[in-house]
Each structure stands twice: as structure tokens, then as C-alpha cells.
């Protein structure tokens, strides 16, 4: 006789495995414990790049009424502003690392909360929902690399654009195309090239979908689909004479080729004039609000077009971090296009044989997705691995169910080029979208399972159930495994830390060596100097010490960022300071930012060569060198380390 659990508690189970009160409840504990967790995480150590300053000086010039771009640097749109800055103005909080941080944990759970509800309305599966938010959480835990960066804003939006998907196929589907046109064009207006993945996404779904289906509308939307597979190598064409450029793109094109040969071949034709016209109206009207504002508040119109397009677009040739693909990704990216192709011919060749790979293709498919995603999104695993098999969750129509989910797997897909040209925390950006992609397939897998080929548990003596709670099982333990080891250690890290106790980051915890060299550079400067310019950008500093910035042009590396038009402000603003005028270097970093850029020539630009020939050094605190303008020491300096 077979082994077999108790008919009831299967039957339990299986109806608990969709009931909506499970993942409200599921949900609300996830949320609960990655808040918990994601505190710790947040608050634990500090970046010496210092996108964070970067980001708090900028966002606290444009309250106090900067002129953005005109006045205020920024490679950033418009909507950032106009999302973030509200936030801090309506809590009444500062501008503040401790405050910024908090912002992100709270928009960290709202992604991953979204991600699971929109996973639990497409499949109605609590157990992948549950996963997914673990997963999400878990994979997005380099949110915490560079607090409240557009990347975090960002990330809140697709996901929020998922869970708009799942409207795609109901009765509200007009409004949803109006509140995802608005929130395409957000995204667009805060970082162009994801904001056009979004649209790329979009108006491929839009086209393709729409009825009733012609010869024109069919070709337009395979020429459409050609331009979209060349995408990736248009976007790195400057850089795929670097091998890992190539395999990127490649990556990438495959990919998207297996996508959309999918999407062609299974296309409803489901959509009407006012959808499309619902989603230019959302899309037009955020858009126009957003850059109306931004002229109004004094920005001109060249000030504009630089900040969010031309800008922008250069910012691939000043700096590009490699992503670490192997040659083996060729042979997997080709090996999932072909798959496909072989899909789609036994599809109208073998449609028996077809039926029968759907759903353990599915399950398999969406496994693999979730498996690389167990210990975090820092890894180009995810993408080289998982990318390949995202068409899988869109291999076979859903009747009722199609538009969402297609919608949902073309942004995974062109999203995934968001880790181009930095593949630093934008490669956790680039991919947590393929976790509910994966986590949406395996789901629907075990459905079709169940019911098409029910004969098939039949065999093995099982209840019809059992698949969906075996999965159910492995699942959540899955996914809670993750939870556990990724955020297990963060705790202890933490309070084995101390507190970097400056102004603003009271709640910061990092190492004692280095509160002690910020705390010292703080108060040396603090009492050293009246004006203050860093090599690179360290804006943090200035929100330490309480000495503001020479002008509004603020940023990281800005050897390569700002013009020589701009750096010639900054220095003219310095040598019309009174009292003493300092300048904080550190080599290391500037050593970092040379690699990077691949300049050798960073320290003869204009601000660092009045920097090299006004100033000499008077302080050595860690990594940091105090210089003071013409020679002028204050007694009592600090002696190097």
C-alpha cells in the first residue's frame, strides 16, 4: 500500500493554498518581519562613495528652492523630486542619513509587497506569493548600498507596475492602462533609460494585443519586435568591443527573442483603441505636469533637456562598471532561444507533445528562476541563468489571463538591461522583476497539472491535491531558508558595530575604526575650516560638519560629471571665501573613480588642479588628506596615522 497523508489535511491544505485570508495573513507577517529585518541591514555600515550625501545635499538644495539642473546638479529627472522631496516636507523631517533611511525601509517593504500580491492575483497561489515576497525582500536587500537613490524609487514603481498588470484582464483594464501610462512616464522622468525599458514593454504588449488582428498590425508588431531585439546592442554599442558588452547584449537579445516569438505566436487580440488611448493620456498628462512644474519652479528649457536627456544618455561614456557574464552564458542564452523555437514549432507541428512539456516546463522553468535568487540579487547568476527561461511564464495563453502576464515578462526582460553601464546595486534593480516572473510560472505549472493531466497524480496513488501542496511545502521553506540566511547575521553585525553618532546619523552603526577616522575628520574640519570642497564628492561632510557646499554642483565624481564651465564656478566661489578655505582628498577613492572612468587625467581638470596648486596638506585622518588653501595652518593638526 501506498504511504498517504490524511485526506482531510490535504484537503485543508489545498484550499488553503488559495485562500485570500492565508496571504493577507502571510503578507502581513512577511511585511512585519522584513521591516524588523531590514533595519538592521539599513543601519549597518557606510559607503565612502557617499552616493548617500550626494543625494541628501541635492534633494535639500532643490527644498530650499534650487533651480534643478540651472542651479542644482543632478543626472536625475524631475519626478524624483517631485516624489521624494514631498515626503520629507510632509513628515516635517530633515535631511538626514538616519531619515533617508527610513524612507528606504519603508519603500523596500511596499516593492516587495507588491510583488506578492501581484503574484497571488495572477495564480491565486498563496505558498509562490509568500515566496516571492521573501525572495523580493530578500534580493533587494543592496537597496541599502546607496539610501534613497532614484534606484529605490525606481524599484517601487515596477513594482507597483506589476501589480498594476493584474488589472490588465479584468473589467478595470482601462484605468489601469491610464495609472500604468502615468507611472511609465514617472519612470522615464527619473531615469530615461528605464523608464524607456518600461515603454518598450508597454507598447510592444499594447500592439501586439491589439484587436481585431490584421496584416498590417501583425507586421507592424514583428518589426516592432526586430527593433527590440536589436535593443541591447544599440544601447552598449559603444562598448561591444568589450567582451563583456557582447555577452551582455547577447544575453539580453536572446532573451528578448524567445519573449517575443512567444508573445507573436499567442497574441489575443484582446485590447481596443481606448486602451491604447487610456495609456497615452496617463502617460501624457503625468509627463506634462511633471516638466510644466519643473519650468515653472525656473528651470529653462536647455537646463531641462540636459538633466533629462542628453545627460543622461553621455553618462555611458564617462563611467561603466563590467558585468562579470562568462562565456558559458552564450551557450545558455542560445540554448533558451532554441527551446523556444522548438516550443513554438511542436506548438503547430506536434501540438500533443506540446501539451504534454507545458506545465513540468513551467514548474522547471520557474524553480530555476526562483533557485538563483536564493542569496540575494549581487549576482549576474540571476540574470545569466534565469533570464533565458522567463519565457516559459507566457509559453502557453491563459484563457482570461494573457495581457498581465505578458506585460509583466517584457519589463523582467528589458529591465534586465538595467545593470548596464554600472553593474553595481543596479543589478539587484536589474532582476528582482524575474522572481515574480519565476514564482508566477511554477505556479501556473502545478495548475496545469492538475488540471489537464490529473491521470498523471492518478498513477502514483495521490490525492489531485497533492501537487499543489507538495509544492507548497517546498516553497515556503524555500523561500523562509533564504530569508534566514541572508538576514540571519544582520543583527549580530549590527550591535557588534558601534554608532557612528555624528549629526544626522545617530541610528548608523559601523566599525570602530571608521567611527573613530569620521569623527575625527568631523571635528577637524568642524574647527579647522569655513568653507569646504572634497575630492571626490564626500557630501556627506558638509551634512556632518554644518559647512555648506560652495555652490548647488554637487555630486560624486565630478571630474568627469561636471563641465569645466561648472568646476570653473566652483573654484571662483573658493577663492572669494573668506576665512579658511579647506579641502578634503582621499586618494583611494579617487584611484577608484580614475579605474572606473578609465581616465588618467582626473586630478588636471580644473576644480582638482586649483585644489593640486592652491592648497597644501596639513591633517592625515585614515584615508582622508586636509589641505588648507595658501598654506594656512591652524594649530593643532592632527598627525597622520
Known amino acids: 500500500m501506498r504511504n498517504r497523508l490524511p485526506a482531510g489535511l490535504v484537503a485543508f491544505t489545498h484550499r488553503l493554498v488559495a485562500a485570500p485570508w492565508a496571504f493577507g495573513v502571510a503578507a502581513l507577517g512577511v511585511t512585519g518581519a522584513s521591516v524588523f529585518a531590514s533595519y538592521y541591514v539599513v543601519f549597518t555600515g557606510f559607503r565612502p562613495y557617499d552616493d548617500e550625501g550626494y543625494i541628501l545635499v541635492m534633494l535639500r538644495e532643490y527644498a530650499r528652492g534650487g533651480v534643478l539642473y540651472d542651479d542644482v546638479y543632478s543626472q536625475y529627472g524631475p519626478s524624483y523630486f517631485q516624489i521624494v522631496n514631498p515626503i520629507f516636507a510632509s513628515l516635517g523631517l530633515a535631511f538626514s542619513h538616519d531619515n533617508a533611511r527610513l524612507i528606504v525601509i519603508a519603500l523596500w517593504a511596499i516593492a516587495s509587497l507588491a510583488c506578492a500580491i501581484a503574484v497571488y492575483r495572477f495564480t491565486s497561489n ?48 482601462s484605468l489601469a492602462f491610464l495609472l500604468i501610462g502615468g507611472m511609465t512616464a514617472l519612470a522615464v522622468l527619473i531615469k530615461i533609460n528605464v523608464g524607456a525599458f518600461a515603454v518598450a514593454a508597454l507598447a510592444f504588449t499594447l500592439i501586439s494585443e491589439l484587436g481585431p488582428r490584421s496584416r498590417t498590425q501583425t507586421l507592424l508588431a514583428r518589426i516592432i519586435a526586430g527593433v527590440l531585439i536589436l535593443l541591447p ?94 562565456l558559458q552564458t552564450l551557450w545558455w542564452s542560445v540554448f533558451g532561444l532554441g527551446i523556444a523555437v522548438v516550443f513554438a514549432w511542436t506548438g503547430r507541428r506536434a501540438p500533443a507533445v506540446h501539451d504534454v512539456v507545458v506545465g513540468p516546463g513551467r514548474v522547471a522553468a520557474g524553480a530555476l528562476v526562483l533557485w538563483t535568487s536564493y542569496s540575494g540579487g549581487l549576482k549576474s547568476t540571476t540574470l545569466s541563468v534565469a533570464l533565458p527561461l522567463v519565457w516559459t511564464a507566457v509559453a502557453t ?8 502576464r ?88 549590527y550591535e557588534a558595530a558601534v554608532p557612528l553618532d555624528l549629526p544626522g546619523a545617530t541610528r548608523v552603526h559601523v566599525n570602530s575604526r571608521e567611527a573613530s577616522v569620521y569623527q575625527r575628520l568631523v571635528h577637524d574640519v568642524s574647527s579647522r575650516c569655513d568653507a569646504l570642497i572634497t575630492l571626490p564628492g564626500f557630501n556627506s561632510l558638509h551634512l556632518f560638519t554644518g559647512i555648506e557646499p560652495p555652490t548647488r554642483l554637487n555630486t560624486t565624481a565630478w571630474f568627469t560629471m561636471l563641465t569645466q564651465a561648472q ?49 597644501v596638506p596639513v591633517a592625515r585622518i585614515g584615508h582622508y588628506e586636509i589641505m588648507v588653501r595658501g598654506g594656512s595652518i591652524v594649530p593643532g593638526s592632527l598627525a597622520s596615522e
Open 126 to 173: 498563496v505558498p509562490a506569493a509568500v515566496a516571492c515576497h521573501l525572495l523580493v525582500t530578500v534580493n533587494l536587500i543592496p537597496l541599502r548600498n546607496e539610501p534613497l537613490h532614484p534606484g529605490v524609487v525606481l524599484v517601487l514603481i515596477l513594482s507597483l507596475l506589476a501589480l498594476l498588470a493584474t488589472f490588465l484582464d479584468g473589467s478595470r483594464r
Open 406 to 493: 505578458r506585460l509583466l515578462v517584457l519589463m523582467a526582460v528589458f529591465q534586465s538591461l538595467h545593470a548596464y553601464p554600472i553593474a553595481g546595486s543596479q543589478m539587484s534593480w536589474a532582476t528582482f522583476l524575474l522572481i515574480p516572473v519565476g514564482a508566477t510560472a511554477l505556479a501556473d505549472g502545478v495548475t496545469w497539472i492538475q488540471e489537464s493531466r490529473p491521470h498523471w497524480i492518478a498513477r502514483i496513488g495521490a490525492s489531485p491535491a497533492f501537487p499543489s501542496v507538495l509544492v507548497a511545502g517546498v516553497l515556503l521553506s524555500f523561500g523562509l531558508s533564504s530569508f534566514r540566511t541572508n538576514f540571519g547575521p544582520v543583527r549580530q553585525a
Open 233 to 326: 546592442a544599440a544601447l552598449m554599442f559603444s562598448r561591444l568591443n568589450q567582451q563583456w558588452a557582447r555577452t551582455y547584449a547577447i544575453l539580453v537579445s536572446c532573451a528578448a527573442a524567445a519573449v517575443l516569438l512567444t508573445l507573436l505566436r499567442g497574441a489575443s487580440g484582446a485590447l481596443a483603441p481606448r486602451h491604447v488611448a487610456a495609456t497615452i493620456a496617463g502617460f501624457g498628462t503625468v509627463a506634462v505636469l511633471s516638466l510644466g512644474f519643473t519650468l515653472l519652479r525656473g528651470t529653462t528649457i536647455s537646463g531641462l533637456l540636459e538633466g533629462v536627456l542628453t545627460g543622461p544618455v553621455q553618462h555611458p561614456a564617462r563611467f561603466a562598471i563590467p558585468l562579470g557574464l562568462s
Open 567 to 615: 568646476q570653473n564656478t566652483i573654484v571662483r566661489r573658493l577663492a572669494g571665501a573668506r576665512g579658511t578655505v579647506c579641502a578634503v582628498r582621499n586618494a583611494t577613492m579617487i584611484a577608484l573613480v580614475s579605474r572606473i572612468a578609465r581616465r588618467t587625467d582626473l586630478e588636471d581638470v580644473p576644480l582638482a588642479q586649483y585644489v593640486r596648486t592652491q592648497f
Open 397 to 404: 495563453a491563459t484563457p482570461g489571463r494573457t495581457i498581465g
